[in-house]
């Protein structure tokens, strides 16, 4: 009996484990996003594979030792811990899907933090990150359904990124108040399996047309006269970037 007892437990636990590996393997076909980060150039190395948020990689014996990547999703990669919460540090975003890269001089070897934009639930799921920080540093506020207010961060806005399709209006009052603006995020990566990721980044506020701090509520869908293109502003960066020679 006593063996029949032993062979019943092991067998419960070998079940678990297959049911567990199961149910990984599907959230991981609905939602694939990855960060594989190595210590050296080239993905060689020491390496780790980040699913979700890291706000200080001091703790995992990462911290500054992140050279190249392979990644899935849009991340953010940050100079200090916390996202620069505390003091405002570089920021590298890179939007990929299943490609392999050398960090940017800004952030080879230099980054405390990581994190990525957009829903837990589908890689390219409508979906809106607010930061109260330009660039996307320190706190957000993010959902991906029209909301009367933006939380903790009224009048703290500072930097959007949308996922997904979908266009969003952002008002400068709460209850969709005040004035407005319709931004669409028509900027897009296509992944060499074919795997789409439409999204828009704004660094800023100005780039929405609007001042530091003016989203305090956002409708899903278009209802402004006002209409901004990421793809646009995207370029508009660019084009600022060549004139300074950079």
Known sequence: MKSFTSLSLALLALLASVSSKNIQGAEKAVNFRHFNGYTGASQTGVHYDFLTYNPDLNLIGLDNQIRSACQTGIWMLYENIDYNYLTSGAVCVQPAVGDCFDLSAACFGTVSSLRYAGSDDGLNDNFYNLYEGV????????????????????????????????????????????????????????????TILNFGLFETLNELSLFDGGIRSLIKGCFSDTVVSAKAVKAKRADQAAARGL
């Not at 207010?149 to 009052?173: A, H, Q």
Request: aromatic content about 12%.
């Open 135 to 194: 660039s996307f540093q320190g706190l957000e506020y993010k959902g991906n359904n029209t909301s009367t207010d933006v939380g903790s961060l009224d009048e703290k806005v500072s930097s959007v990124i949308l996922s997904g399709t979908e266009r969003w209006t952002f008002f400068t009052g709460p209850g969709f108040t005040g004035g407005s603006v319709c931004a669409i995020p028509d900027d897009q990566y296509i992944g060499s399996d074919g």
